[in-house]
């Protein structure tokens, strides 16, 4: 007969209860006789129903079944970035699975005995989870990242299920969309001066180019810092976005044209990048040039997606369309643009109302409409109506 049991861990709290108490989440073993050998092993595995249904397996069969190769956490790991480098993603966005790497490791050496895939049940993965120090937004990214790598495993049966897909998404609070308003952009500009002055001539212009490229293109960070002299035909900017994939073609005012054409170039090929390091890496680092530039301008909360929300929101207020600005952003779908920008297009609306009330002001029928009469042209001469 065999006996199931918790072997508790030395940081368990229930450790003096002995090994009837089987409420935590310490290591299951199983010890006994089965067919008149002594077995006495770890069965791998911290889900309780899980290890007695094993073992009633065991015993009904006489003998133990022979357990297919477990696969290790680290294995895992390796091979699911590796397909996601043979996917081509972006290193940006492998960075991030790298992270959760470290993290899920860390968490797994924590808690001994946490090497193979299976025994990352719900319960651990939500203790894994409860360690995260993030924001709600930031910890949905990478709930999405951690059911995308166990999703991966289950595909290829190295788990039964997929524990990560039923944790629960975090609430997000509503983000309002934080374009800068046009006395912070001049105060921005204005700052570059300072920065000039401090950073050196060379740095300031390129700077300069930098911040009028991301406001009158709409780009992203990374897109923008990775432009390369091909994409700029004069004042037009064409180019794949970064993240989606969408192609946009801009057309640039005249004096962004010209700072890009005279600012100092990173290489033959970029203008803001030498080509040498990681995108990572140079997006880090102009990152930290606008970081300084926001301090010197006096503008809290400055960050480099608030000239991309200006262009967008500064566009629609001109009466451009959520469509229009759907393929300007290269958004892979129209409710991605609405999603962040449709709370300005009630705004576009109030200026299209008073723009129709000016035009009806200068309309002599809805003037006489609104006065009780109009005139009337007809074969005899104009004459008025009362109305």
Known sequence: MLTVYRRHLKRCEHRDEGRHYRRCQCPIWVDGTLNGREIRQSLDMRDWQRAQDLVRQWEAAGQRDDQPRRMTVKEAWERFLADAEARKLQPATVEKYKLLRRKMEAFAEQHGGLAFMDQFDLDVLSDFRSQWKCGPRTGLKQLERLRAFFRFAQKRKWIADNPAADLKAPKIPPSPTLPFTRDEMRQILEALETYSASAGARNGQRL???????????MRIGDAAQLTTERIVGDRLFLYTQKTGQPVNVLLPKFVAEALDACPRGSDRHFFWTGRSTVHSVIGK???????????????????????????????????????????LGHSSLRITERHYAPWVGERQQQLEAQLARAWALDP?????????????????????VM
Not at 208 to 218: H, I, K, N, P
Not at 288 to 314: I, M, S, Y
Not at 367 to 378: D, H, I, M, N, P
């Open 208 to 218: 300069r180019a930098f911040v009028l490229l991301l406001r009158y293109s709409g």
């Open 365 to 385: 029928i809805a003037l006489a409409e609104t006065k009780g009469t109009y005139q009337v042209r007809s074969e005899k001469g104009p004459h008025n109506r």
């Open 286 to 328: 102009w990152q930290r040039r606008l970081a300084r530039l926001f301090q010197l301008a006096g503008v809290p909360k400055g960050h480099a997606h608030r000239f991309r929300d200006t262009f967008a929101v500064e566009f629609l207020l001109a009466g451009g369309t959520l469509e229009q600005l759907s393929v300007l």
